[in-house]
């Protein structure tokens, strides 16, 4: 079979007008997309430059295909099962930097170039003081931008009109604010010129923003059957589901130059995306780091085989409505319509979202992601949410890796795996050995941003749990806290 390039499709032919740090399926199935679609609207006429952020990647896959990959839209629209094929070409060209350093410095004096987006997930946007500047190649993704905008600031004079839209997709709080920090960072670091912080300041706009979209990824299980289908083969293919929120901090001038909206997608401009960030981390993606454990060791691997499940599904719409809606400062009956459509996309039955997948760094996802809602609750009633409780309980028995003889991929920091496997060798099924376990854990100010074991009552419920788990199995002790909650 033939492998898709532009030998089976002509390629596009656009001006060069966004820089795109990251390559990963997440870029591809969202920002790409949008790009393309504006494209074949003639709505935006510009193609994108992928430049890979770390030194090992996927640049020389994408290479192979001439910038070109299949998108695969699959779920639910308007009551349908509707599933989308479509060849994406919003992409010119790719730049390793590690094996062309020229060619990314060169990038930087293209005049056309307008934005800036990224996603070199929650690790990426960082500032390290033993970076280099520019004699090699700096190895953080901040690092990169601060000496590809200088480069381009020296080249245009400072002119201020060849300032760029950087609109970070990272999912960590205030991204766009967090990325120019480092920035800022770099140039005093590096000792840059005063002159280039102020064109950074005032020909530059950092925008913050907020993405939604559940991508599964490259869909191993039924390749051979889509490439038969699609009658050629494809390395990069990338599944999603329609569904899709862009909400970025900025204008109605922004909005114009990336006129996404005026074709139905649905990429908002706003002044203050908060809202959309709060319910966003804390009921969608709260959710499933909550469920991931305790649907993993119930036997199940997959959102939708969690969600299908009555007692999951009960457990987590008590845990969200209970618990984590009143939490959250914002309109309850908004905040209960936005969880309706988030359970629905829980049970998108094309969408195959490994558990596995979203277990990856569950600490420190359960850290930013539930924990704040676990304490708020706390703060607001005196008393703990038992739902919540029992999530982070479910976490720690599940870093003991074993679902019955299995052993769990786990994949998180090294030094946390180290610490529970040490931490697990010491319990020998008694509540004694079980609150120790606890108590260790919950004391890693480290992981959690404060000491957990001055919570009143949260070590002795948590290690309750976990006795319960170890004794009776998941399911039962699932069962008793939503018994706990049917005689209350
Ligand atoms: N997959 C989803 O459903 C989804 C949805 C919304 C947001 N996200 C977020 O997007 C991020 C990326 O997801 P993905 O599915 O594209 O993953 P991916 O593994 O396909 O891509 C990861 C990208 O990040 C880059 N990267 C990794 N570590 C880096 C580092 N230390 N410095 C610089 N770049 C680095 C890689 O080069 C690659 O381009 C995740 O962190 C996730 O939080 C994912
Ligand atoms: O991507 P992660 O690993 O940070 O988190 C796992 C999921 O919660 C996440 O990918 C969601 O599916 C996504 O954030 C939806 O927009």
């Keep these: 079979m033939e492998r898709l390039s532009k030998q089976i499709v002509d390629k596009n032919s656009y001006s060069e007008k966004v820089v795109q740090f990251g390559e990963g399926n997440f870029l591809r199935a969202f920002v790409d ?10 709505l935006f006429n510009g193609s994108i430059v992928v430049v890979q952020p770390i030194e090992h990647g996927l640049t020389e896959l ?21 599933r989308e094929k479509e060849i994406i070409n919003s992409i010119s060209r790719t730049i390793n930097p590690y094996q062309d350093k020229e060619a990314f410095f060169a990038l930087a004096k293209q005049p056309e170039l307008a934005f800036v987006f990224s996603n070199t997930t929650e690790a990426g946007i960082v500032f390290e003081e033993t970076d280099i500047q ?10 990169k931008l601060t000496a590809f905008l200088y480069e381009r600031y020296l080249h245009f004079h400072a002119d201020m009109t060849k300032g760029l839209a950087i609109i970070p997709c990272e999912l960590i709080d205030r991204n766009g604010d967090q990325l120019k920090a480092c920035i800022e960072k770099y140039i005093d670091l590096w ?16 925008c913050c923003s907020l993405v939604d979209r559940i991508v599964p990824g490259y869909p191993r299980d039924q390749a051979t059957k889509i490439e038969h289908e699609l009658g050629y083969h494809d390395q990069l293919m990338v599944v999603a589901e329609h569904y899709h929120l862009w909400v970025i901090e900025g204008d109605a001038e922004l909005a114009a130059k990336f006129p996404a909206n005026q074709i139905g997608l649905n990429t908002l401009f706003v002044e203050d995306l908060a809202p959309y960030r709060t319910r966003k981390v804390h009921i969608l993606n709260g959710s499933h780091t909550a469920l991931t454990p305790i649907a993993y060791l119930m036997g199940l691997n997959t959102v939708e085989e969690a969600i299908k499940n009555e007692k999951i599904s009960q457990f987590l719409k008590q845990m969200i409505n209970e618990e984590v809606i009143p939490s959250l400062p914002y309109d309850q009956s908004d905040l209960k319509a936005y ?15 490994q558990l596995m997948s979203i277990a990856l760094n569950s600490v420190s996802k359960f850290a930013t992601r539930d924990l704040p809602i676990l304490l708020r609750y706390y703060e607001k009633t005196g008393a703990l949410p038992e739902k919540l409780v029992f999530a982070l309980a479910a976490l720690l028995y599940f870093y003991d890796g074993k679902r019955g003889n299995e052993t769990i991929a786990l994949n998180d920091d090294p030094e946390i795996l180290e610490r529970f496997q040490k931490w697990w060798k010491t319990y020998d099924g008694s509540l004694e050995s079980a609150h120790y376990l606890v108590s260790h854990a919950l004391r890693k100010t480290k992981w959690w941003g404060q000491d957990l074991t001055k919570l009143e009552g949260l070590v002795k419920q948590v290690a309750e749990h976990l006795m319960r788990i170890d004794t009776n199995g998941i399911a039962l002790a699932l069962d008793h806290i939503l018994e706990v909650k049917d005689h209350a």
């Design 33 to 42: 997309w949008q790009i393309d679609v504006m494209n074949k609207a003639d």
């Design 62 to 82: 994408l290479d192979q295909q001439d910038g070109l990959y299949t998108l695969i839209l699959e779920g639910i629209k308007e009551g349908k099962a509707v």
């Design 134 to 143: 520019t004699d090699r190649l700096p190895r953080t993704f901040p690092g």
């Design 191 to 206: 000792a840059l010129p005063a002159a280039f912080l102020d064109w950074l300041n005032h020909a530059n706009q950092f």
């Design 339 to 353: 969880t309706e459509t988030v359970l629905e996309r829980f049970e998108n039955p094309y969408l195959k979202h």
